[in-house]
């Protein structure tokens, strides 16, 4: 029986897509959980007795390190591996002429990445069994190679395109948590992406996110086994506000239960946890020692945009945090003018949305504001200054 915090819906439907030549775009903000999705949905299919291949493009600045990502991947898989390689290597002895090297990671020096790649993919899709190609960081490496090589980049995308649609029965999981949208939109390669089923993997709900605290509890993974009632879960839930398992994970391991032992927990009992033991364990987080865990936030503002629209990002953020209830747009068109760098309401929705879509911000009526109270109050503390 699988836990309500494993996913089973996500599963399902990206098994679904994946194995009906559908493939896949997933954006998260960092720390969602795609990764571990990902592995899970590798799982499920090898197990049904499909072909995965996986790896994670980050860190990979050309066309040619990417591709090589994706040998050794295949290479780590002998019966894969096998089966793809002498077809492999007959048609690139067609197209490249003479001898090619015995390895697949050697080969990718030897040809030029789009007909290694068009062969390769073409190889894998003689196979009677479905295959997915799961990159993770898809964006990371997009974004790396567009700064450097706009043209290359969206020549790449384009060709990800048309291997999509000449071999179908190969289909592509791309993950990324820096919106592959915001870099789309940035050198204008949207068109490149237009096949792809995109798939918002959301934090948990408050009923996963209590099944995943349990289970850390339980399986030892937090200092101590405790009890949360449902008014102290639901405070936890509030306060917090974007119930990813990694915060749900640090607030977990700051908390420290002050209240009577229940009967629960082997006879021992375990502490129950009060609100005023969430609220310390908030504190905790919020202490300096503690600001490694939100730095993915400021760096994603810092480094994946031009540097107007970096300042732009950071006076919204720096406006919307100063109260729960965060701010309309007409205060926040104001401070924009005010500090000199002014846009007009359909630019400022493309910036609230690109926070949107990255998880800082939610919108209530005609206001902006933090969806996380933990995410408000670091920003409020260390970058609204
Ligand atoms: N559904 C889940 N159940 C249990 N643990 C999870 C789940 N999703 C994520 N995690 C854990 O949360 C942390 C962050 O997840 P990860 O997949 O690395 O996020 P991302 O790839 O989006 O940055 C990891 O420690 C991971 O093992
Ligand atoms: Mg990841």
């Not at 990800?160 to 993950?175: E, F, H």
Request: glycine share 8%; hydrophobic share 40%.
């Amino acid at each position: 029986m699988s836990a309500l915090h494993h996913r089973p819906r996500e599963r399902m439907d990206l098994k679904h897509y994946l194995l009906s030549e559908v493939s896949v775009l997933m954006l998260a903000p960092r720390r969602v959980g795609k990764t571990w999705l990902m592995e899970r949905v590798d799982d499920d299919l090898t197990r049904e007795g499909h072909l995965c291949v996986r790896f994670d493009a980050s860190g990979k600045g050309t066309e040619q390190a990417f591709l090589g990502a994706l040998c050794n991947a295949i290479e780590k898989q002998k019966h894969l591996h096998e089966a793809v390689f002498d077809h492999l290597k007959q048609r690139l002895r067609q197209v490249a002429g003479g001898d090619v090297k015995d390895s697949l990671s050697q080969i990718v020096g030897q040809v030029d990445p789009k007909t290694f790649s068009e062969c390769l993919v073409e190889s894998l899709s003689r196979s009677d069994r479905k295959t997915v190609i799961m990159v993770d960081e898809f964006s990371l490496f997009a974004l790396a190679l567009a700064s450097k090589d706009q043209d290359a980049t969206r020549t790449l995308l384009y060709h990800l395109r048309s291997l999509q649609q000449s071999y179908r029965n190969v289909t592509w999981l791309l993950a990324g948590s820096v919106g592959l949208d915001v870099v789309a939109r940035r050198f204008g390669l949207g068109g490149a992406l237009l096949d792809l089923q995109p798939f918002g993997l959301a934090p948990f709900t408050e009923a996963e996110a209590r099944s995943y605290l349990t289970h850390l509890a339980d399986s030892g993974q937090l200092t101590r086994r405790l009890a949360i009632d449902d008014t102290v879960f639901e405070h936890l839930a509030r306060e917090l506000g974007w119930l990813a398992p990694y915060y749900l994970q640090r607030l977990g391991r700051e908390l420290r239960p002050t209240g009577r032992p229940t009967g629960q927990g082997g006879g021992t009992g375990c502490a129950t946890v009060t609100v005023a033991d969430v609220d310390a364990a908030f504190a905790k987080l919020l202490e300096p020692s503690h600001r490694v865990c939100f730095s993915a936030w400021e760096e994603h503002i810092d480094k994946n945009f031009p540097d107007e629209d970096t300042r732009r990002l950071e006076a919204i953020l720096n406006t919307c945090c100063q109260g729960p209830d965060g701010e309309t747009e007409n205060t926040l068109l104001a401070v924009l003018a005010r500090q000199g760098s002014g846009v007009d309401r359909r630019a400022l929705k493309d910036l609230t949305s690109s926070l949107a879509n990255d998880g800082y911000l939610s919108r209530a009526e005609d206001r902006w504001r933090f969806r996380s109270g933990l995410l408000r109050r670091y920003w409020l503390e260390y970058m609204s200054a």
